[in-house]
């Protein structure tokens, strides 16, 4: 079901809890709310559509992939961006780093692990912001 955005910077900036099995759902809201929004949005974190549950979903390629409980396990190579966020309006500087290494549960409740780099790296890492209640 496509979920309205939150834009209320005190509640986006609530660190997320960890998702469980029984938070799989929110794997369809998200895929449904990012296609609603593919215009101006790339990702979203649960949080963005008012679940403080630790889930992401980042458009990686032809299909999005929804992430359980994502962890940064490994950065390389740290460079200054600006970004923007359908939560909020306009751009800002931040740091992201080239190449990451996120682990994470998919859709089926089973353990993964993706090494990223250049756009889906950096996409991957504004939506683990989100899950720690930072905002760019």
Request: charged fraction near 20%; aromatic fraction near 6%.
């Amino acid at each position: 079901m496509i979920k309205p955005i939150i834009t209320d910077t005190h509640q986006l900036q609530q660190p997320s809890r960890l998702a469980s099995r029984a938070d799989l759902p929110l794997a369809t809201d998200l895929k449904d709310t990012l296609t609603a929004h593919r215009d101006a949005c790339v990702g979203m974190a649960a949080n963005m559509i008012g679940v403080h549950k630790r889930v992401i979903i980042a458009q990686l390629g032809p299909l999005p992939v929804v992430m359980f409980n994502p962890t940064l396990t490994s950065k390389a190579q740290p460079y200054p961006v600006k970004e923007g966020c359908l939560s909020l309006t306009g751009q800002r500087p931040t740091t992201r780093y080239k190449r990451i290494t996120v682990d994470f549960f998919n859709e089926h409740w089973q353990r993964q692990q993706l090494t990223l780099t250049d756009f889906a790296a950096e996409i991957v890492q504004h939506e683990l912001d989100h899950c720690q209640g930072i905002l760019i």
